[in-house]
């Protein structure tokens, strides 16, 4: 071998792997950040993205929260989750609250990001960029409510809101907020819905549509206390027509969209979303299920009489077995429906004490699904009072399970109301959930105080 | 540019040329084996190297010649020739230093005399690895060298022990030493398979202990700095058995059986019951106790005591029915045979590890093929290849069942198998006598331990295969040049079976099956030149590149309604019908490095050395893709100095080195912001979605230790004591984090550089030939203390990084994986509660997350090993102590075990406990509901410093009594050796819990830098006795 043949063989060698692109490996299994969005359909799906995120919450889950916070719901079976969102002792290293807020904030993080992103899409025409922010602001809002109403005292907390909220997400940005003032919360919630009301289109499949951002309004003003606002945005939607009352009571149903849903979660076959529902009230697949109607609850609709068909929803006793899931392995969940928007209009025009003759309908219509026509009017004559209370009580049974009722009783302790809630006061200090402990990971975040409501 | 140095040195190489007359012949040892690429040295200036059988042959000028030879280990020769018209032809004899031929050490990427040695390099023989018995080969490491802890492992059978090299310098990067065998860096990855099962894969369990000739452990940057990217947490180097001259064979076995070192004190029925009873009538319960699994509180009184009267008459041994004797066989069998041009050294192995956790067994089958091959005087080949599966016979371990499961849920009235059959309000028979009892844990799972060990099948296969092929070129005198190529294949494959029987639900079960592979290329090119200026000074250097790539990629095999598992009916396998199939794409890594080393020796007492690195990494981005890790390093033979006059202290060195490494081990696409897949079969309402995954972070960069060592090395008495006592300042900077992110960022982690950690400490170690004679007794010392410090974690809180499930956390000013619990003080002797210690220290009975605090660390301040031998005439008997002060132990599951009374088995210590007023007692009143104890309702995790237990211990970890039977005269054996070993045969501890020494299951490379001595439910080691027969003929 010659002194050529050594050099060349010792060149290639230290030269052979001198090469940069050696180092360039790329995932591939997933899409790069930058490479993600490339048109109008991959914003689309993006913003599909956030409803997927909707569903995981409000599969039941939520709902399922709310509920044991409040007096519906009985103590859970042995669920250590449950049990402490039900004593209202949730920590940050109990998961079921920790998981629910970081999914509220992947639904915001994304509808920033569609928001965010027009600029590099060149296919989209100015009325599907308006509808896609439309979408993305109503997620942001429903998330941001959804948010505030569980980890921060209520609305009308303090008089001026200034109490702690939640973090106020309008950019998708990676630095740390410290949390907003409700009332600043609350006003970027008002402002998203507006937007979403002007621009979403009127229908939009299974979406969100004008009526859906209206419908949230409605919500929202109603738990601000600006009944007359609420009652207003309700009687649009009563009035549009596109809606009507389901008189079989059953508005959780599978493969339809119920003819009172405004805007709901859809559950299919293949993904069950509804399983939160199921997997811990359905009563017909164990005698011994996770979560049970309340001793209290049943007591309170033991009141109505065996004429209500709204009893069928229950079994009494100590626990009072939930049925109103039974038989049914996935369904579509109604969110925003049109007798929420009856029983808001009612109790906001009784609030007003204006046009208690619309109220009064509104409760009878409800009335007379649950008992049949004419068998349980509220009286024509009834004093404003009357129709609030009647208003209130209709609105505790026809939303049993749903998630709304702790809310409705925190709005009226803020209000002024003596709340008591399981032998505690409404405004005991775990009625807030802890945050996620991830918000605890930088300085200066102020979690909630625990516990304090047994 | 790269090729200069390289041209430089074939240049200086180059001016050898002919001469008149020819003085040739072999250089060989006292036996007569030859010394490849010995030196010689013509009149001081002029020479080569020997070729690879040791043969030279020199071209001389007529007249007076002065030849030297030398060869590393060996006393250098000079002969005188005079060179006249015939050729010469010389057998030259080196003898060994006696002093020195132990001490040439493999450092990277070549060897050196340790004499020359500048950075701090531990080696560690065959015969100390081998001589103990190990679940894996690096357990054997412990308390052999100052400075490398080494956490031995659970009791399951293959489990990984823990190693860490001068301390923790990684948070969220892996924080273990690079293992390079054979000069290849190997796959080292513990989590293929996460913590399935609450067991981590190791990746050295296939490595056949017997075909390893040494391990040398490098710890400061001087000696890890030529591995630069990787040795920020120490490099250990294995080298393993080639051939020699001859043929000889080494035989040996090994048969022994394995206990467990200690016993979980988990109480039996009646103590149970009793203390179940007193906790509820603490509560103000009335009547009999409703009983887990068989009565609910609600029930009515007559029911409750039926029932508590019903499991009296059952007394389950869990701990009994899960644990047992392992036993072990181990056979090996090598040859090494070696002629003129050519070696090789072949061995098998087949070993057979049965732990004492019944049904847990781990059996390794390998063999090695090592050759060196030397074609032409100029080129040498190496090549050394081994092939190993091992099975791992799995079970449920810890928090997955098993033992964990008897020393939690598992209540001693539980009996394994019903003893009558049950029937119903109906009177049907729903159970039969002799069917399992399962029952539910409260997370859902079916649990007995007894039915899910015997129906559920679990087995996991690794194939590996570790090949190295090299190309030795020496061109020229002196200068060599080395070609290298490795490949290490990887395949771990976990089938699980779970019957019909344990789901309850269905009658047919379910099986998986999950594979990974993990192919592993490197390729690298050295050139080494040694230069001596004259009789003074030598110039050694090294320049070099290397490129190495790791692709790791895999699939999940899923069976929802199928009656036996996938290993047993392959065709299953490819039952595209009715099989939920994943493919996880490569995920994929390179490092491209170059590297060089210049070593100055200047009088043969001044040595000088610089190392420089630069490496790439594709888990970087562009902007910060290279790192620069040099180091500097001198050492000074002050005894070699001619006004030294000492004669006690024979030997004295000093050396001193400060140099840069780094470390790399993250996700390999931690870097990229990335979205789901666009046809990644997510919908919403039959639409497709896009979602993000991970936030991008294109400024990750290296994480960097600067290491300052110096160290004073002495032989006293002629060496017959050694002693060197070594100190270090390392200080991590950009050290890797995953930080927890706000979740309202979109995010919940994040890799980021954030930290800053420091560890400095000394090591002191010291060999002693005690007695020498007919009786000799040897003893080895060695003794290192650490401090560990987090210095900085920018603005995140202890919380931003945690290890896993575990409450150890980042506190700045404390070491790294502090335990963060709320304080206990002590129980009030008055109402029997616990009394916690606030962020003030003032006492308060409010338990709160609020007031966690840093309560101790796993780190321990002192660890160390002793080794005494004692030799008379064929006997020989030695016993290792392995020492460990400073350091707490978390006892996690103490706190459901211990805490409060709940649907978990206690322990026997849970008697101490307050039962009225005025008592003074460890464990407070006891209640079954833990707002009792200011706990939040529904979390019974009692996570209170009341379980930090200090876990200092000595431990004698192996003792062997051995015999050289005498040979008969003319017997074809060289040697043959009878032992008798005993490993973790005692312990000395104040740890009231199972094990002082614990390696858990841990989730990631995080958690396993954080949670070092955190228990919970982790299967003590065993105590193993083996008998061993060795011999060579």
Redo the contacts between chains.
């Keep these: 071998?010659t002194?050529k043949h050594?050099?060349l063989?010792?060149?290639l060698?230290?030269?052979?792997?001198?090469?940069?692109r050696?180092?360039?490996?790329?995932?591939?299994?997933?899409?790069?950040?930058?490479d993600?969005?490339q048109d109008a359909d991959?914003l689309q799906?993006?913003l599909?993205?956030t409803?997927?995120v909707l569903?995981n919450l409000y599969g039941g889950r939520v709902q399922i929260i709310n509920e044991l916070r409040g007096p519906n719901f009985g103590a859970p079976d042995?669920?250590?989750?449950?049990?402490?969102v039900?004593?209202r002792?949730?920590?940050?290293?109990?998961g079921i609250n920790?998981g629910a807020?970081?999914d509220f904030?992947?639904a915001?993080?994304?509808s920033?990001?569609v928001i965010e992103n027009f600029q590099f899409v060149s296919d989209l025409d100015a009325d599907e960029q308006l509808r896609l922010e439309a979408e993305a602001r109503f997620v942001r809002a429903i998330c941001h409510w959804g948010a505030v109403k569980l980890y921060a005292r209520p609305y009308g907390y303090t008089a001026d809101n200034s109490h702690a909220g939640?973090?106020l997400?309008l950019e998708?940005?990676?630095?740390?907020?410290p949390r907003a003032a409700v009332g600043d919360v609350y006003a970027a919630i008002v402002d998203d819905l507006n937007y979403a009301l002007l621009h979403l289109p009127a229908t939009n499949?299974?979406y969100a549509t004008q009526h859906a951002a209206r419908a949230y309004l409605a919500q929202v003003h109603f738990l601000m206390g600006d009944y007359a606002e609420a009652a207003a945005l309700a009687s649009n939607i009563i009035a549009s027509g596109e809606f009507s009352l389901d008189q079989d009571l059953d508005r959780f149903e599978t493969d339809l969209i119920n003819s009172e849903t405004i805007f709901g979660i859809?559950s299919?076959p293949?993904?069950f979303r509804s399983s939160w529902f199921r997997d811990n009230l359905r009563s017909d697949n164990t005698s011994s299920p996770q979560l049970a109607f309340s001793e209290d609850f049943a007591f309170f609709m033991s009141l109505s009489g065996a004429g209500d068909a709204r009893s069928q929803w229950y079994t009494p006793g100590?626990r009072a077995l939930c049925n109103r899931f039974n038989n049914k392995e996935y369904f579509n969940i109604p969110l925003a429906h049109l007798t929420l928007m009856h029983l808001i209009r009612a109790e906001a025009l009784a609030e007003t004490g204006s046009d208690l003759e619309t109220a009064i309908g509104d409760i009878n219509a409800i009335r007379d699904r649950a008992y049949g026509a004419g068998n349980f009017p509220l009286s024509l004559t009834s004093t404003a009072e009357e129709v609030r209370d009647a208003a209130r009580d209709e609105y505790r049974k026809e939303t049993a399970g749903e998630g709304h009722w702790t809310d409705q009783l925190l709005r009226r302790g803020a209000m002024g109301e003596s709340i008591v809630i399981r032998n505690a006061p409404w405004d005991c200090p775990g009625m807030s959930l802890q945050f996620?402990?991830?918000?605890?990971?930088?300085?200066g975040?102020v979690?909630n105080e625990?516990?304090g409501c047994? | 540019m790269r090729l200069k140095p390289i041209l430089f040195l074939l240049a200086i190489s180059s001016l050898a040329s002919g001469f008149g007359q020819t003085l040739s012949g072999t250089i060989v040892d006292i036996k007569g084996n030859p010394l490849p690429s010995a030196s010689v040295i013509v009149d001081g200036t002029d020479g080569q190297f020997a070729g690879m059988d040791g043969s030279f042959s020199l071209e001389l000028s007529p007249g007076d010649h002065q030849i030297t030879f030398s060869f590393i280990g060996y006393l250098t020769k000079k002969r005188s020739v005079v060179i006249a018209n015939e050729p010469i032809a010389w057998t030259i004899t080196l003898e060994e230093d006696a002093v020195m031929i132990d001490d040439v050490v493999v450092v990277g990427y070549g060897v050196q005399r340790k004499k020359e040695v500048t950075g701090s390099i531990v080696q560690v023989s065959a015969k100390q690895i081998t001589g103990i018995q190990t679940p894996s080969f690096e357990a054997a490491l412990q308390g052999q060298a100052a400075g490398v802890q080494v956490s031995q492992s659970s009791g399951v059978a293959g489990a990984p022990s823990l190693i860490r090299v001068r301390g923790v310098a990684s948070v969220s990067a892996a924080g273990d030493p690079l293992y390079v065998i054979d000069g290849i860096p190997i796959t080292q990855e513990y989590f293929l398979r996460g913590n399935s099962g609450a067991f981590n894969n190791n990746p050295l369990a296939s490595i056949n202990p017997n075909d390893i000739e040494s391990v040398e452990i490098l710890k400061d940057a001087a000696a890890t700095g030529i591995y630069g990217s990787r040795g920020a947490n120490g490099v250990i180097l294995i080298t393993t058995k080639r051939g020699k001259k001859g043929t000889t064979f080494e035989f040996s076995t090994r048969a022994g059986f394995g206990t467990p070192a200690t016993r979980p004190n988990m109480m039996d029925t009646e103590s149970y019951l009793t203390l179940r009873q007193e906790a509820w009538e603490n509560d103000g319960g009335t009547g009999y106790v409703w009983l887990p699994n068989m009565t609910s509180a609600s029930d009515d009184p007559t029911t409750r005591q039926q029932a508590y009267l019903q499991a009296m008459q059952t007394n389950t041994n869990w701990v009994d029915e899960t644990t047992g004797m392992g036993t072990k066989g181990n056979v090996n069998f090598g040859v090494r045979h070696g002629g003129d041009r050519y070696n090789l050294y072949a061995g098998v192995s087949q070993d057979n590890n049965g732990s004492y956790l019944l049904g847990n067994s781990y059996n390794r089958s390998s063999a090695r093929f090592n050759v060196d091959w030397t074609p032409k005087s100029w080129a040498k080949v190496i090549l050394s290849s081994s092939l190993s599966r091992g099975q791992n016979n799995r079970i449920d371990a810890a928090w997955s069942g098993g033992l964990g499961d008897a020393m939690s849920n598992a209540l001693p009235y539980y009996p394994v198998r019903y003893e009558e059959d049950q029937v119903d309000a109906n009177g049907n028979v729903v159970n039969e006598v002799g069917e399992y009892f399962l029952w539910f844990d409260e997370w859902g799972g079916t649990k007995n331990p007894v039915a899910v060990r015997e129906l559920k099948q679990w087995k996991n296969t690794e194939d590996r295969s570790i090949n190295n092929a090299q190309l030795i070129l020496t061109p020229l005198k002196d200068l060599h040049v080395k070609l290298s190529g490795g490949f290490d294949y990887l395949h771990l494959k976990e089938d699980i079976f779970n019957p019909g029987a344990l789901s309850i639900t269905t009658d047919l079960g379910s099986a998986n099956r999950n594979a990974n592979y993990v192919l592993n290329w490197n390729y690298s090119a050295t050139a080494d030149y040694r230069l001596e200026l004259d009789d003074t000074q030598t110039f050694n250097f090294l320049i070099g590149s290397e490129f190495q790539r790791t692709d790791n990629y895999g699939y999940g095999l899923y069976y929802g309604q199928v009656d036996s598992p996938i290993f047993e009916n392959d065709s299953l396998a490819e039952d595209a019908a009715n099989v939920n199939r994943t493919v996880n794409l490569p995920s994929q890594h390179s490092f491209l490095s170059y590297f060089g080393r210049v070593n100055y020796a200047l009088k043969d007492r001044y040595f000088f050395q610089a190392t420089a690195r630069v490496d790439g990494s594709s888990r970087f981005g562009r902007e910060s893709r290279y790192g620069f890790f040099p180091s500097l390093s001198a050492g000074w033979i002050i005894s070699d100095e001619s006004w030294y006059t000492s004669e006690k202290i024979n030997f004295l060195k000093f050396r001193t080195s400060i140099g840069f490494t780094g470390n790399a081990a993250l996700p390999d696409y931690a870097r990229f912001g990335t979205y789901s897949p666009a046809n990644n079969g997510n919908t919403y309402a039959g639409d497709s979605i896009l979602y993000p995954i991970q936030p991008e972070n294109p400024f990750l960069r290296w994480e960097t230790s600067r290491t300052i060592d110096a160290s004073l090395e002495m032989g006293l008495w002629q060496d017959r004591i050694t002693l060197e006592l070594a100190g270090y300042h390392k200080y991590s900077t950009d050290v890797l984090m995953n930080v927890s992110t706000p979740a309202s960022t979109g995010f919940t982690n994040f890799w980021d550089n954030v930290g800053t950690i420091l560890n400095r400490g000394v090591e002191f170690s010291v060999k002693s030939r005690n007695l020498t004679g007919a009786f000799e007794w040897n003893t080895d010392l060695n003794v290192a203390r650490n401090y560990n410090e987090l210095m900085d974690i920018g603005d995140y809180t202890p919380d931003a990084v945690s290890g896993g499930t575990n409450d150890s956390r980042v506190i700045v000013g404390r070491p790294v994986g502090s335990f963060y619990l709320v304080e206990h003080s002590h129980v009030d002797p008055e109402t029997g509660l616990p009394v916690y210690l606030d962020l003030d220290g003032n006492e308060t009975f409010e338990y709160s997350n609020d007031i966690r605090k840093y309560v101790g660390d796993g780190l321990p301040d002192i660890i160390g090993g002793m080794n005494n031998t004692f030799r008379y005439k064929n006997w020989d008997f030695s016993a290792l102590a392995t020492f460990s002060f400073g350091a707490k132990i978390f006892d996690s599951s103490a706190k459901r075990q211990l805490g409060v009374v709940t649907g978990w088995n206690m322990r026997e210590e849970k008697l101490d406990r307050w039962r009225q007023p005025g008592d003074e007692a460890t464990y407070p009143r006891l209640t079954l509901d833990e707002t009792t104890y200011s706990l939040p309702s529904g979390f019974p995790w009692w996570n209170t410093s009341l379980f930090i237990f200090d876990a200092s211990y000595i431990r004698l970890r192996n003792v062997t009594l051995g015999f050289n039977v005498p040979l008969p005269a003319g017997s074809n054996m060289s040697g043959c050796r009878i032992a008798l070993n005993a490993t973790n045969v005692f312990t000395l501890t104040n740890f009231p819990g199972l094990d002082p020494e614990v390696v858990r299951d841990f989730e990631n490379a995080q958690d396993r830098n954080m949670s070092p001595n955190v228990t919970y439910l982790t299967p003590p080691q065993e105590r193993a006795i083996t008998l061993s027969i060795s011999t060579n003929f």
């Design positions: 071998m002194m050594f050099l063989i010792a060149g060698a230290m030269t052979a792997v001198s090469c940069d050696l180092l360039e490996f790329e995932p591939g299994d997933v899409i790069l950040a930058e993600a969005i991959d799906r993006l599909v993205s409803y997927d569903a042995n669920s250590l989750d449950f049990t402490a039900y004593n002792e949730t920590t940050f290293f109990t920790g807020y970081t904030y992947y915001i993080y994304r920033n990001v939640v973090p997400r998708s940005s990676q630095d740390p907020l499949g299974v859809v299919q293949n993904d100590v996620s402990n991830s918000e605890n990971t930088v300085d975040f979690l625990e516990g047994l």
